[in-house]
């Protein structure tokens, strides 16, 4: 179609204008075939006839995939592709999660160009999907699978207003019966100094037009055998005025339709051949053309409307205008000018002649030799097929632009009122119509994505870079249309051949075009690199080495359970302490490996739940041990059962192992492709870009909360080894409780700073944190259990009168005194209870009791809280003052296994701390 789209001074007229668009579709049905040939003949010589009857497109793939020797990359899909596209080997899938670029391909001959060369240029060098817009549901796509071309329709503004209202054009309706247009490029702008432009500029909408390097015009046109005949016809000087009107009438004669020339000019209604028709027309299509190759050349002829003499004041000559749907200022000027011009329709709402109609008049022009004016732009295909030949069009002078004269055009809405006073417009207005510079223009969706911080350079699309450097001139548009006239594929039937000229101009030009129009270091392409095979062995080998001391710290503990050491540290909690960092140190060795889908959710689990059963345990117990020496300085009764401890434990593992099910069900963590550009390119100038792996979830919150909740942890061990500072010796870890925080605190602020640091790439970060994991467990494994190996070295202490093994029960129970009467407890004094299975020898926590050589204070009936304070500091409890009956005793009930045989202990000692007697 060769529909022409011109600026616009006001938003008002513009949009109106493009709502306007036509709502027909000219088009080139896919083309039915039988054999290969008549493929070859109608759509290119690659085409071939397929089992539907129809011909195929021969650059569904490519037009470089086909043409170009050497050339072996498909296009890449596009979301009008077929969802198995890539399978069936139609195209590729993209390497690169560009933004599909939506063109305005518009309803005539340069802008479809424009559209074709960016498709070529970005989808087939680059790797951007990109399809065509049309307005309306149209097939115009240069990979069109079917073959079919249709020009649809042109609506730019709301084109553009789709596209900024959903963020891009993935959500705007294709259905046929709800067709919502968008685009976020227009290849050939008209308006870039339209109001529209400037407006949509300042919402936001649109970047400022760039120069597309191609001036444009519309304006009356007359040929050079017409100005050979009478030269003052090129000016408006030589028609103005009532002394040119016979002249005009008689130069200009109204063209001749197919139906009418058989019905009212032939003298046999065509059933005998002429020198204009062949034939008669066959059906109302062909009645209503004024020429068809070889069977009507076309008539002009005198009407009424030329007769001088009939209607001396009213006589014109033929004007061929714009339909109404087209802006035209032709019946302005020359209104206004009193040059008797003018076409047959008049009425509201009707002007001038349709697209293919005007290409017709043309062509019956230069067949019969007929002088024509006509209303045409420049640059356009059919003006360059007349180029060099005597029937060249050449722009009639009108009065030159003034601002004034820019700003009494008249109205879009009255161009075609019914009213010929409001139709003409102002007379200011009767000037030429400027040059035109075009532009190209995208939407602020294309350079958002490009400026978008978050998104890598590997990964910046190259789409607003190369619609930047895409330039075109009058020359090239000349140049493709001579292509277009060689493989005659501007007639209405033969569009289907405009693929295969627009193919073999980008091979001819693609060395000194289209390699211009590629941004630096593009194309791309992306290859896995090389791991960094130091960084993985090192935290393979550490993880390793941290499992190996954990697993035999765990031997070691299981081999001295019996050793006073072991029983005083709690081994059920010592056990569960290695079984954590047993676990993360798994975590380690699963982070340090390549990733997959299983091992970036076992990592969270595995360093998750490790974690907790290292420091949970280490909390309870010594939770508990603090709550029994506030008892035992307060001289109350507490229980404290093994297995409450053991649910508190679980239930604080519980909370951790639902967190992580949540989080793998709603995010879990998947394998994610990192990509580094690099300066290597390939043997086909193609910068390489370096893909590697890593494991993420779509939110970075889970981490936080699971950094957190280490924090929670370290934090708590804290103030549980504050508390534990007084407590005494066998118990008393508060040192190294805090030596422990504080490893772990700093290797959790490392792992947060090397998960958050943007420097660091994905696939390294996975390295340095399986170090720091490792780490981090040797570290717990030397600061807490280290020490207690080395205590091994030295014999056990007696337990005597000193202190009690409690670990033979299940529960506790401590009793004050009170003047050697107590109605809760034992009659005398403070008695550990001891109960649970005989067999059960493993020390738990260890009481300090007093013994007969020291007293209590003669006040200890009346504050029994004031009777054990300082637990820790042996020196200061007494018994000093009391009598016999008043000490607080303990008895001891113990048994062990020896040799086979159980043998149970029973005796009887003060409650009073002393200093431990060494065995």
């Given at each position: 179609?060769?529909?022409?789209?011109?600026?616009?001074?006001s938003?008002?007229?513009?949009?109106?204008?493009?709502?306007g668009?036509?709502?027909?579709?000219?088009?080139a049905?896919?083309?039915?075939?039988?054999?290969?040939?008549?493929?070859?003949a109608?759509?290119?010589?690659?085409?071939?006839?397929?089992?539907d009857?129809?011909c195929?497109?021969?650059?569904?793939?490519?037009?470089?995939?086909?043409?170009?020797?050497?050339?072996?990359?498909?296009?890449?899909?596009n979301?009008?592709?077929?969802?198995?596209a890539?399978?069936?080997?139609?195209?590729?899938?993209?390497?690169?999660?560009?933004?599909?670029?939506?063109i305005?391909?518009?309803?005539?001959e340069?802008?479809?160009?424009?559209?074709?060369?960016?498709?070529?240029?970005?989808?087939?060098?680059?790797?951007?999907?990109?399809?065509?817009?049309?307005?309306?549901?149209?097939?115009?796509?240069?990979?069109e699978?079917?073959?079919?071309?249709?020009y649809?329709?042109?609506?730019?503004?709301?084109?553009?207003?789709?596209?900024?209202?959903?963020?891009?054009?993935?959500?705007?309706?294709?259905?046929?019966?709800?067709?919502?247009?968008?685009a976020?490029?227009?290849?050939?702008?008209?308006?870039?100094?339209?109001?529209?432009?400037?407006?949509?500029?300042?919402?936001?909408?649109?970047?400022?037009?760039?120069?597309?390097?191609?001036?444009?015009?519309?304006?009356?046109?007359?040929?050079k055998?017409?100005?050979?005949?009478?030269?003052?016809?090129?000016?408006?000087?030589?028609?103005?005025?009532?002394?040119?009107r016979?002249?005009?009438?008689?130069?200009?004669?109204?063209?001749?339709?197919?139906?009418?020339?058989?019905?009212?000019?032939?003298?046999?209604?065509?059933?005998?051949?002429?020198?204009?028709?062949q034939?008669?027309?066959?059906?109302?299509?062909?009645?209503?053309?004024?020429?068809?190759k070889?069977?009507?050349?076309?008539?002009?002829?005198?009407?009424?409307?030329?007769?001088?003499t009939?209607?001396?004041d009213?006589?014109?000559?033929?004007?061929?205008?714009?339909?109404?749907?087209w802006?035209?200022?032709?019946?302005?000027?020359?209104?206004?000018?009193?040059?008797?011009?003018?076409?047959?329709?008049?009425?509201?709402?009707?002007?001038?002649?349709?697209?293919?109609?005007t290409?017709?008049?043309?062509?019956?022009?230069?067949?019969?030799?007929?002088?024509?004016?006509?209303?045409?732009?420049q640059?356009?295909?059919?003006?360059?097929?007349?180029?060099?030949?005597?029937?060249?069009?050449?722009?009639?002078?009108?009065?030159?632009?003034s601002?004034?004269?820019?700003?009494?055009?008249?109205?879009?809405?009255?161009q075609?009122?019914?009213?010929?006073?409001?139709?003409?417009?102002?007379?200011?207005?009767?000037?030429?119509?400027?040059?035109?510079?075009?532009?190209?223009?995208?939407?602020?969706?294309?350079?958002?994505?490009?400026?978008?911080?978050?998104?890598?350079?590997?990964?910046?699309?190259?789409?607003?870079p190369?619609?930047?450097?895409?330039?075109?001139?009058?020359?090239?548009?000349g140049?493709?249309f001579?292509?277009?006239?060689?493989?005659?594929?501007?007639?209405?039937?033969?569009?289907?051949?405009?693929?295969?000229?627009?193919?073999?101009?980008?091979?001819?030009?693609?060395?000194?075009?289209?390699?211009?129009?590629?941004?630096?270091?593009?194309?791309?392409?992306?290859?896995?690199?090389?791991?960094?095979?130091?960084?993985?062995?090192?935290?393979?080998?550490?993880?390793c080495?941290?499992?190996?001391?954990?697993?035999?710290?765990?031997?070691?503990?299981?081999?001295?359970?019996?050793?006073?050491?072991?029983?005083?540290?709690?081994?059920?909690?010592?056990?569960?302490?290695l079984?954590g960092i047993?676990?993360?140190?798994?975590?380690?060795?699963?982070?340090?490996i390549?990733?997959?889908?299983?091992?970036?959710?076992?990592a969270?689990?595995?360093?998750?739940?490790?974690?907790t059963?290292?420091?949970?345990?280490?909390?309870?117990?010594?939770?508990?041990?603090?709550?029994?020496?506030?008892?035992?300085?307060?001289m109350?009764?507490?229980?404290?059962?093994?297995?409450?401890?053991?649910?508190?434990?679980?239930?604080?593992s519980?909370?951790?192992?639902?967190?992580?099910?949540?989080?793998?069900a709603?995010?879990?963590p998947?394998?994610?492709?990192?990509?580094?550009?690099?300066?290597?390119?390939?043997?086909?100038?193609?910068?390489?870009?370096?893909?590697?792996?890593?494991?993420?979830s779509?939110?970075?919150?889970?981490?936080?909360?699971?950094f957190?909740?280490?924090?929670?942890?370290?934090?708590?061990?804290?103030?549980?080894?504050?508390?534990?500072?007084?407590?005494?010796?066998?118990?008393?870890?508060?040192?190294t409780?805090?030596?422990?925080t504080y490893?772990?605190?700093?290797?959790?602020?490392?792992r947060?700073?090397?998960?958050?640091?943007?420097?660091?790439?994905?696939?390294?970060?996975?390295?340095?944190?399986?170090?720091?994991?490792?780490?981090?467990?040797?570290?717990?494994?030397?600061?807490y259990?280290?020490?207690?190996f080395?205590?091994?070295?030295?014999?056990?202490?007696?337990?005597?009168?000193?202190s009690?093994?409690?670990?033979?029960?299940?529960?506790?129970?401590?009793?004050?005194s009170?003047n050697?009467?107590?109605?809760?407890?034992?009659?005398?004094g403070?008695?550990?209870?001891?109960?649970?299975?005989?067999?059960?020898?493993?020390?738990?926590?260890?009481?300090?009791?007093?013994?007969?050589?020291?007293?209590?204070?003669?006040?200890?009936?009346?504050?029994?809280?004031?009777?054990?304070?300082?637990?820790?500091?042996?020196?200061?409890?007494?018994?000093?003052?009391?009598?016999?009956?008043?000490?607080?005793?303990?008895?001891?009930?113990?048994?062990?296994?020896?040799?086979?045989?159980?043998?149970?202990?029973?005796?009887?000692?003060?409650?009073?701390?002393?200093?431990?007697?060494e065995?």
């Open positions: 179609m060769t529909t022409r789209r011109r600026y616009h001074l938003l008002d007229l513009w949009f109106i204008w493009t709502c668009a036509l709502s027909s579709v000219t088009a049905p896919p083309t039915p075939c039988e054999k290969d040939s008549d493929c070859h109608m759509q290119a010589p690659e085409s071939v006839c397929g089992i009857g129809f195929s497109n021969a650059f569904a793939s490519g037009c470089l995939y086909q043409r170009m020797p050497g050339w072996t990359k498909k296009r890449v899909c979301s009008e592709d077929p969802p198995d890539a399978a069936q080997g139609i195209c590729e899938t993209p390497q690169f999660d560009y933004q599909e670029v939506r305005m391909a518009g309803n005539w340069s802008i479809t160009l424009n559209a074709w060369l960016m498709q070529v240029l970005l989808s087939e060098i680059l790797g951007v999907p990109t399809t065509l817009e049309a307005s309306i549901p149209a097939r115009n796509s240069f990979f699978p079917s073959g079919a071309f249709e649809g329709s042109l609506d730019t503004v709301q084109s553009f207003e789709n596209n900024f209202k959903y963020k891009g054009c993935e959500k705007a309706s294709r259905d046929p019966d709800n067709y919502e247009t968008c976020n490029l227009s290849p050939e702008f008209w308006i870039a100094t339209g109001e529209w432009a400037q407006e949509a500029q300042q919402r936001g909408l649109l970047e400022p037009p760039e120069a597309l390097g191609v001036l444009a015009r519309e304006t009356l046109f007359v040929p055998f017409t100005l050979e005949r009478d030269a003052s016809l090129l000016s408006y000087i030589g028609m103005q005025g009532e002394k040119n016979q002249k005009l009438a008689d130069a200009f004669l109204r063209p001749t339709l197919w139906k009418d020339y058989c019905l009212e000019v032939s003298p046999n209604n065509c059933s005998t051949p002429d020198e204009n028709a034939r008669p027309p066959e059906d109302d299509d062909e009645g209503d053309r004024f020429f068809l070889d069977e009507y050349t076309g008539y002009f002829r005198k009407t009424d409307a030329n007769n001088c009939l209607n001396p009213t006589c014109t000559g033929h004007l061929v205008d714009y339909p109404c749907e802006s035209s200022y032709a019946e302005q000027q020359l209104y206004h000018l009193n040059i008797s011009l003018s076409g047959d329709k008049h009425g509201e709402g009707e002007r001038g002649h349709g697209d293919w109609q290409v017709q008049i043309l062509n019956a022009a230069n067949h019969t030799k007929s002088n024509v004016i006509i209303m045409w732009a640059p356009d295909p059919f003006y360059q097929r007349l180029v060099g030949t005597d029937m060249e069009l050449h722009a009639v002078v009108m009065p030159p632009v601002q004034e004269c820019l700003d009494h055009k008249r109205g879009y809405n009255d075609c009122s019914g009213d010929m006073e409001i139709r003409a417009g102002d007379p200011r207005g009767a000037c030429e119509d400027p040059m035109t510079l075009l532009h190209k223009v995208f939407a602020t969706t294309l350079t958002d994505e490009l400026n978008d911080p978050d998104i890598i350079p590997a990964e910046k699309s190259p789409a607003v190369a619609i930047q450097q895409f330039s075109m001139s009058s020359p090239l548009y140049d493709w001579n292509v277009l006239i060689q493989h005659e594929a501007l007639s209405k039937e033969t569009t289907s051949l405009m693929r295969n000229a627009t193919c073999n101009f980008v091979v001819d030009k693609f060395d000194v075009l289209l390699e211009k129009w590629i941004p630096f270091s593009y194309p791309r392409v992306v290859m896995d690199g090389q791991e960094n095979s130091a960084l993985i062995i090192a935290s393979v080998v550490l993880a080495l941290s499992t190996v001391l954990a697993v035999a710290a765990a031997i070691v503990v299981h081999k001295t359970q019996h050793r006073r050491v072991m029983r005083y540290a709690q081994i059920e909690f010592l056990h569960l302490m079984a047993l676990v993360i140190s798994s975590g380690a060795l699963v982070t340090a390549p990733p997959t889908m299983g091992s970036c959710v076992a969270i689990w595995l360093v998750n739940v490790g974690y059963m290292e420091l949970a345990p280490l909390l309870v117990k010594v939770a508990a041990i603090n709550r029994l020496m506030n008892a035992s300085d307060r109350q009764k507490i229980n404290i059962e093994r297995k409450d401890l053991f649910q508190v434990v679980l239930a604080i519980t909370g951790v192992v639902i967190f992580v099910i949540i989080w793998t709603v995010d879990a998947e394998k994610q492709a990192e990509l580094e550009l690099s300066t290597s390119l390939t043997a086909a100038n193609e910068t390489i870009v370096y893909r590697s792996y890593y494991c993420s779509e939110s970075d919150a889970w981490m936080y909360v699971s957190s909740w280490i924090c929670v942890l370290l934090f708590s061990s804290s103030v549980l080894a504050f508390q534990m500072r007084n407590v005494r010796q066998e118990f008393n870890e508060s040192q409780l805090g030596m422990l490893s772990h605190f700093l290797f959790a602020i490392l947060f700073i090397v998960f958050f640091l943007d420097e660091l790439a994905q696939s390294d970060r996975a390295g340095f944190l399986s170090i720091l994991l490792s780490a981090d467990s040797i570290a717990a494994l030397l600061i259990f280290f020490p207690k080395l205590a091994l070295r030295d014999p056990d202490v007696s337990m005597r009168s000193s009690m093994a409690i670990g033979a029960s299940r529960s506790m129970s401590a009793y004050p009170n050697g009467t107590n109605t809760s407890g034992p009659p005398s403070v008695s550990g209870q001891l109960s649970g299975p005989p067999s059960d020898v493993v020390s738990s926590c260890v009481i300090p009791l007093p013994t007969s050589e020291e007293r209590m204070p003669e006040s200890f009936a009346e504050e029994p809280e004031h009777a054990m304070k300082n637990v820790g500091d042996p020196a200061e409890k007494t018994t000093e003052g009391l009598s016999e009956d008043q000490v607080p005793r303990a008895t001891i009930e113990n048994t062990e296994t020896r040799d086979g045989v159980k043998v149970r202990f029973e005796h009887e000692e003060d409650v009073a701390p002393t200093k431990d007697v065995e």
